[in-house]
């Protein structure tokens, strides 16, 4: 593929400067009106070295307003992020909605130079391709636009490039000798590049060669790409504006579909108990268990996810704190998530939860998750019906390349019956100390426990996966629902630490 | 001091869950109102290996609701952190008013294991203090309250706890080479820990001590310190809101009394110009040498700030697109700063600054800084009299820890004549693609602008230090004010380099 782009194509000076001219103001208007129309833009620049993309990109945020856009360089990964899955690097760096992130080097390191330097093949390299594709696929399913551009000069360019900064004194430095090497291997790279172009080229994020043995030409084949692609979008927009009103949505279907006959909830036994001496001293056991287990996933560089859901009142509260109460606080973090502020609502729903994704070797527990999204927020219509629709899978994906980075996921839901709500509820409304509590809030939510139900059920269905099961804690007994979720967290880390 | 603490203190285990159940009610009924006033709380804990820090904490921890606060573990610093100024790690995870930062380790660490084993002393160990109760009291005049404890106990208790992790397989690996050789130095490191709490215990940031050889006699201690502190601060500001209404506050000035028959900006000689032969060529000549000093400054790991202030109109954006026109985007960022977002505001005004501090070896560019205080903020009444009077010290000591690390700090202010504004806004205001660059907000400043001269004299001449200067650039004549721009960056930087 790239072997046969034609690197000869130039153009000359003064048609570059006019060209330019125009171009320039054209990006800076389009720049406004992809904030005005909240569109998020995503711009990855990969390139061998030397092929002048710090030029390129120079070039394009010169006309551009700093306030809407940030450059980010990843020359190679930190501490920090080897420890977490390699896109939450990039994760917590995609851009609000209305603004603009341009990556020199990117997620594509890891199936660029890594993988040649680290021998990534096989199995890990079909995940990396997969980690990829997924996770431009879902943030162009929110609105992003994605677009990758490959600098690509020749392996003599490259050499008459390297010996020039080579010959200043003040640029000597910027050619490595991972450069060199990279250049000997010239032509092995021109295969894992073309297989990366291959396998990552997708209309929701297109690559674009760029012919960089001439940067103008270069330049203004960038720009076009741009212009031509907002161009397009903001064309849609303006046609689905005016359309709207006359024509009904195909799009989106209206009801679920969803079979409940057979609800899983309603077959779950909410008798189970313990009685209190029982619970005293499996308490006592499992809690010290699980401080061992913390001190043994520590030094194996364990990550691990444990996430709450439940009804209102259900207990969640109570049974997080009889997990933790033993355990070393520098191991673990309880993260509560409540309705998303302003600041998370402009990016990506899984961008907060990207974010608190545990370091190697650490616990988070989440009190409430990202199952927010085919829960409250389908029921109270915060999402369309087809965002929540394509959560289950967006859902499983992520879940899943946790645990292809090596992460145990936990997952609980706290089960009580109606009945057993209205009576928590009134006990906290009655007793002074828990009144803060209970809001007006809960009590709507309690008015749809039908269609809450429904929800749950096709929750529990569509992303108990193998590699993330859910388990249902029958909670109307604290006691019991206490020590089952210990024993089932002290279950997972005994089955994952044997591997 | 420490040597006299008496580590026989304890508790009985009765009267130790008697209170306890009591404390533990009283601080999450503390936490709700601490979160309602909107007081930020800060907790350190520092103390001996195996004084049993993680297990204060997570008593701590366990009454309080997960979402109020966050636990920080500072076991070492990373490569980012090393990278900058080291109160960097700390101010931004400051909390937000009406939450809680708990501190396991902290910036302390700097005066304590880092002191002995990077042996620092001298003007270095002094400014690391001086830095320190810098830090503590500009985040208590902002409101925090903050609380630090040392967790003392004896040299053969600590050897005693150190043979028990190491009697167990799965604790062993926690005493680490490093815990045994601060074991061995017990009696230097007590002077320095007398050292450390002697120059950094102060009226707004206390340390209390605790006799940890007895974790409930600690735990009972450390509650107690809380609560009353609390308490305290609850009970001053009911008082505060009782008596406000009829006392009138002493505190304040209602004008600043600073004289201004001197006007500096008066003085200014607006006229100067450069013809646009001789802009051209020096700035091709300035773009060059920048980007050659831009390699250079990245070699040698030194950081850079320029800080833009100026009238509106005056050609900020196009004097910082000239000073980044040739730069490598990779070595550099603009960071344009806008009025604080509901999020920002709920932080010290300094936060936003300190989260942006380029990393050594990289150029920040601010499009408007942390001068906003004592310029907008002062004149639209967006602070108290208190607090931008307060603002100039704070501001100093702030660039003052930047330049002690290492960094360059320059400061424009964009000159123009009031004149020379009109026009320039009628310009915008009938150029059609500059349209949106004019606002009926700026037309409101403009009639301050008496108001805005007072402000910005005041603050050239509080604000003007050898370490951080002033350059003013007379900015009628674009050309002039962005070659004077250009290389008073290179002198800093020539200057800088030469050291």
Not at 122 to 134: F, K, P, V
Not at 188 to 212: F, G, K, Q
Not at 235 to 251: F, G, H, Q, V
């Amino acid at each position: 593929m790239i072997e046969k782009v034609d690197l000869t194509s130039k153009i000359d000076e003064k048609q570059y400067k006019l060209l330019m001219k125009d171009y320039e103001k054209k990006l800076a208007s389009l720049q406004r009106e992809i904030k005005d129309n909240d569109i998020p833009l995503i711009l990855v620049f990969e390139g061998w070295g030397a092929s002048g993309k710090g030029t390129i990109i120079n070039r394009l945020i010169l006309p551009l307003d700093p306030r809407g856009f940030r450059v980010y360089t990843t020359n190679y990964f930190t501490e920090e992020e080897y420890l977490r899955p390699f896109l939450w690097t990039f994760w917590v760096k995609t851009p609000e909605r209305g603004r603009m992130a341009i990556f020199e080097k990117s997620w594509y390191r890891k199936v660029l130079s890594d993988r040649v330097d680290k021998g990534i093949k096989g199995e890990e390299l079909s995940n990396a391709i997969s980690d990829i594709n997924t996770f431009e696929r879902q943030l162009a399913d929110d609105g992003s636009i994605i677009l990758k551009f490959y600098l690509h000069i020749s392996k003599k360019e490259q050499k008459k490039r390297f010996e020039k900064l080579q010959s200043n004194s003040s640029t000597k430095w910027r050619v490595t000798k991972e450069d060199l090497k990279h250049h000997q291997q010239y032509d092995a790279y021109v295969d894992v590049i073309n297989e990366m172009l291959e396998r990552t080229d997708s209309e929701h994020a297109p690559w674009t060669v760029l012919e960089a043995n001439n940067i103008d030409y270069a330049t203004i084949k960038l720009y076009v790409k741009i212009i031509e692609t907002l161009e397009e979008r903001l064309r849609k927009i303006k046609e689905n504006t005016s359309t709207s009103d006359s024509l009904p949505s195909t799009a989106v279907e209206s009801s679920s579909g969803f079979n409940v006959s057979n609800s899983i909830l309603s077959s779950i036994d909410l008798s189970k108990s313990l009685d209190k001496d029982q619970y005293h001293l499996k308490l006592q056991q499992y809690q010290k268990k699980i401080r061992d287990l913390e001190h043994e996933i520590y030094k194996r560089r364990i990550p691990v996810i444990i996430a709450y859901e439940g009804w209102d009142a259900a207990g969640k509260g109570g049974n997080i704190k009889r997990l933790t109460e033993n355990l070393d606080p520098r191991g673990y973090a309880v993260i509560p998530i409540s309705s998303p502020t302003p600041h998370e609502l402009s990016h990506h729903y899984l961008w907060r939860f990207w974010k608190e994704v545990p370091k190697a070797g650490h616990i988070t527990i989440f009190d409430r998750t990202w199952y927010g999204r085919v829960l409250v927020e389908r029921i109270e219509g915060y999402c369309s019906d087809e965002e929540w629709k394509r959560a289950y899978k967006e859902i499983n994906e992520m879940e899943k390349q946790f645990v292809n980075f090596g992460m145990v996921v936990v997952k609980f839901w706290l089960h009580i019956s109606s009945d057993e709500q209205l009576q928590r509820f009134r006990t906290r409304q009655n007793t002074p100390e828990k009144q803060w509590k209970i809001t007006d809030e809960d009590w709507r939510n309690r008015e749809k426990w039908q269609q809450y139900e429904e929800a749950i059920d096709e929750m529990l269905v569509r992303t108990d996966t193998t590699y993330a099961p859910w388990t249902i804690i029958e909670s109307n007994d604290k006691r019991y629902a206490r020590i089952k979720a210990l024993k089932t967290v002290i279950d997972a880390l005994d089955e994952r630490l044997k591997q």
